[in-house]
């Protein structure tokens, strides 16, 4: 027998980011479960989409470490970050336009496998978001939230073991959202771990664990759905303070 | 008749529809707040009153006059001004320029001074800065402009989307501070705020929307008190968790 892998899979220390003299994320830490679901939340501009950004190596921290599996990514390539096992989507999607969806999905580098084999694990995960019909259409032709699917399927390419959403919910109808759903707990239940950044607060605090909260750039709160509701500090973080 | 009413309005953007039937109502004198999470459509409420983006139903009128397909800048001589999110400036223009920028409609050059003296009064700072490029003052300054920048046309009603958003805290109160001041002196103030509390604290009347929709509304004071409002921005009950 291995050693017992650590109960977290990814964690951030003391992250820091600043923009000219915006200090985006002033020092972040949180340490992710391994085999989860999490969520990280806050109000706008709190620092959540620059700390995926920092977690995947599109910026390099000003200090602090990320620390995946033991290692330290911190100023690491995305690419490099990719070839680890950690994959996201993004906000807004980056799917091909004038690809087909098929194309979209195998444009994915660094597979490592036979052309035949990366062609049957595209269709399989186009299967799995139910796009099988719409597999030779132009990226550019699917509807908003059918573009999502295509992008969350294309991240699961490279089979990663870490899987990052930006905001999976946004402009995605009901329907697409719950199959959305579903295949993220698919996902959890093969063992992956899953962060979330959302604003549907009804899809965070009934899909979560665990869920972080960052406003100013730092983590005010850390704890299971029912606990982070009640905490007088995310409610002020997002409902405001008195003078 | 209030000053300016939304009656069951519907909007989008494209053939996406963000508003489905929102009704708003403020009397002049008033400062009334709109809040209510991400999405709710504060912005977009905001955004259709002006012209900017696509109508789909409803009525809008501002001080009796119909606003439905009217020009942003005839909505501007009507009196309504309009601070947009985001501190947006001229970034390459100087502090003058941009409230120059302001009174584009105004041709009447003593009238343009007389204005642009009560701006630097009201924000003695700007006044300091007159020459300043726009785009290298701070966070805080550059909402300053954009306000005095709207109230160059002395309007009777301004609104203000998300004023404090992305400040440090000193601003905040600043901002704050001068929207009181400009309501004392006679300004009918409709604003959008993430920072609801402080937001709902200077204002007689506020509305909370969620998802498109009109949820509550009230008094400033009865929307702090109620615990149903801040439970909007945190979801609702917590059902079993799923997968685990």
Known sequence: MGPRPDQNVLEARNLKKAFGGVRAVDGCSFAVPRGKISGLIGPNGSGKTTTFNLLTGLLSPDSGQVIYEGENLAGLRPYQIFRKGITRTFQITRIFREMTVLENMLSVTGLDVPDRVARERAEELIGFVNLTHLRAEYGGRLSYGQQKLLEFARALMTDPALILLDEPAAGVNRTLLQHLLDHIHRLEAEGKTIVIVEHDMNVIMNHCERIFVMDYGVKIAEGPPAEIQRDERVIEAYFGRRR | ?244
């Open chain 2, 1 to 244: 008749m209030p000053l300016l009413e939304l009656r069951n309005v519907a909007a989008g953007y494209g053939p996406i529809e963000i508003l489905h039937g929102v009704s708003l109502q403020v009397n002049a004198g008033e400062v009334v707040s709109v809040i209510g999470p991400n999405g709710a459509g504060k912005s977009t409420a905001f955004k259709v009153v002006m012209g900017l983006i696509n109508y789909l139903g409803g009525q809008i009128s501002f001080d009796g006059h119909d606003l439905v397909g009217v020009r942003p800048d005839r909505i501007l001589a009507l009196g309504l001004g309009y601070v947009p999110q985001g501190r947006v400036v001229f970034s390459q223009m100087t502090v003058r320029e941009n409230l120059e920028m302001g009174a584009y409609l105004q041709r009447d050059k003593a009238k343009l001074e007389a204005s642009m003296g009560w701006v630097f009064s009201l924000f003695p700072r700007l006044g300091e800065r007159k020459r300043q490029l726009a785009g290298t003052m701070s966070g805080g300054e550059q909402q300053m402009l954009a306000m005095g920048r709207a109230l160059m046309m002395r309007p009777r009603m301004m609104m203000l989307d998300e004023p404090s958003l992305g400040l440090s805290p000193r601003f905040v109160d600043e901002v704050f501070d001068k929207i009181v001041e400009l309501a004392r002196g006679g300004l009918t103030v409709m604003l959008v705020e993430q920072n609801a509390a402080r937001a709902l604290e200077i204002s007689h009347r506020g509305y909370v929307l969620e998802l498109g929709r009109n949820r509550f509304e009230g008094t400033g004071r009865e929307l702090l008190d109620n615990p149903e409002v801040k439970r909007l921005y945190l979801g609702g009950e917590v059902r079993a968790l799923r997968g685990s």
